[in-house]
């Protein structure tokens, strides 16, 4: 049995992503030459995104990670943010990147920039690897892009449905017959 039997579809795959991920690597160290920016990272689903991200960007970076709950046990966005992990190092007067895997309802980013402005950093800035534009309750300033994508449940890459398949190498929409009933939302 393996994880790839429960994938309907395939949206972006592993070359695909790679090689986005290759560009928005090359712009990041284009824009932000020798800043010595910080990566704020949201734990868990943005891992894979940045791990391959920093190593696309030629040029002296940090790494904070953060966790917070955005959702509640389903897959539900439930407007509530908690955090769960908070940055271990100051960064009053550094430039900010936030890199995130996907940018959904924007609630919990909407929260995250509040929250991170509060903490004087010379800039804020926000990549993102999927964009989902369709359920978009907060507006949200997206410098970076990888893909936008249409509104369907994804996993892959991070992405996970109740924990598993972060492990797939793309992006994939699950069969219905995963979750039973409606497609998830989220
Ligand atoms: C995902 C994603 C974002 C958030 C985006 O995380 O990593 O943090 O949802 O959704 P929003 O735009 O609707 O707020 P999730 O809460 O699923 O946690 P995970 O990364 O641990 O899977």
Redesign the pocket.
């Known amino acids: 049995m393996s994880l790839h039997d429960d994938v309907e579809e395939v949206l972006l795959d592993a070359d695909a992503i790679a090689n986005r991920v290759a560009e928005l690597g090359a712009q990041l160290t284009a824009d932000f030459g020798d800043r010595d920016p910080v990566l704020v990272s949201?734990?868990?689903?943005?891992?894979p995104f940045l791990a391959d991200l920093m190593r696309a960007m030629e040029m002296p970076v940090s790494i904070d990670l953060m966790?917070?709950?955005?959702?509640g046990a389903g897959?539900e966005?439930s407007g509530q943010?908690r955090i769960l992990k908070d940055l271990s190092r100051s960064i009053e007067g550094r430039h900010v990147i936030i890199v995130?895997?996907?940018?959904?309802?924007?609630?919990?980013?909407?929260?995250?920039l509040k929250y991170l402005a509060d903490k004087a950093p010379a800039s804020v800035r926000i990549v993102c690897l999927l964009d989902?534009p369709a359920?978009?309750?907060?507006d949200?300033p997206i410098d970076y892009r990888g893909f936008e994508i249409p509104d369907r449940f994804v996993v892959g890459y991070?992405?996970?449905f109740d924990?598993r398949y972060?492990n797939l190498p793309y992006i994939g929409v699950l069969k219905p017959s995963v979750y039973g009933g409606a497609p998830p939302e989220?």
């Open positions: 949201v734990l868990k689903g943005a891992l966790e917070v709950s955005s959702y897959t966005t943010v995130e895997d996907i940018i959904d309802t924007g609630l919990t980013l909407n929260y995250l989902k359920r978009r309750l907060a949200i991070g992405l996970d924990e972060r989220g």
